[in-house]
């Protein structure tokens, strides 16, 4: 599965959904997972007073170089994160990380 498969691109970027596993050891990206076709990724902190979602914007961040944010599932596992700028950039730079 590709990073292509999970993401949309839609005015003003991309797209993406994700499942979050806080409370990890390491931080960064766990490949793409099948079976719910969303990107995994991991993250240290909690997932108390929305700091697992803000590295999870973080690390998004960090990875494609734009801006990001969560746009549903803010209190779930499962998120869409909205990635503002070039969408060929960010797929680029998401299948890079994957």
Request: with cysteine; hydrophobic share 35%; proline share 4%.
């Given at each position: 599965m590709d990073v292509r498969d999970v993401s949309r691109r839609v005015d003003g970027g991309v797209e993406i959904d994700v499942i979050v596993s806080p409370n990890s050891?390491?931080?960064?990206?766990?490949?793409t997972d099948e079976w719910r076709r969303c990107l995994s990724l991991r993250v240290r902190s909690p997932p108390a007073d929305g700091k697992a979602?803000?590295?999870?914007e973080e690390l998004v961040r960090n990875i494609t170089g734009c801006a990001s944010e969560i746009i549903r599932g803010r209190t779930d596992r499962r998120k869409v994160v909205m990635i503002h700028g070039d969408p060929e950039m960010i797929l680029s730079s998401l299948e890079a990380a994957v």
């Amino acid at each position: 599965m590709d990073v292509r498969d999970v993401s949309r691109r839609v005015d003003g970027g991309v797209e993406i959904d994700v499942i979050v596993s806080p409370n990890s050891a390491i931080r960064g990206t766990d490949g793409t997972d099948e079976w719910r076709r969303c990107l995994s990724l991991r993250v240290r902190s909690p997932p108390a007073d929305g700091k697992a979602n803000k590295e999870v914007e973080e690390l998004v961040r960090n990875i494609t170089g734009c801006a990001s944010e969560i746009i549903r599932g803010r209190t779930d596992r499962r998120k869409v994160v909205m990635i503002h700028g070039d969408p060929e950039m960010i797929l680029s730079s998401l299948e890079a990380a994957v």
